[in-house]
């Protein structure tokens, strides 16, 4: 059954925006949301995070979790989800200092 799916993007290749662009809609800069069945979002999850290249991405849709959500997450980010007892935190990385 189709869900509501919410993907964000940073710095991601142009084809990849494409390809997201084709099943969701850009209603800002990076961000796709769209209704899809779970084999076209596992699919382009699949094109995303091996496309990312320096980029980063999240993707959130509805599941049978506490939360009522997964997150997956690929690439660098400070913002790194935690399993915590079956509920998905945030922890923050410590910024880098510049060389």
Known sequence: MPSMTVLATTAVPDHVRGALTRWMTEP???LYIGTLSARVR???WRTVSASIGPGAAVLAYPDATEQGYTLLTA???RRVPVDFGGLTLIAVQPEQPMA
């Open 28 to 30: 800002a800069p990076g």
């Open 42 to 44: 596992d699919e382009l």
């Open 75 to 77: 690439g660098e980010r």
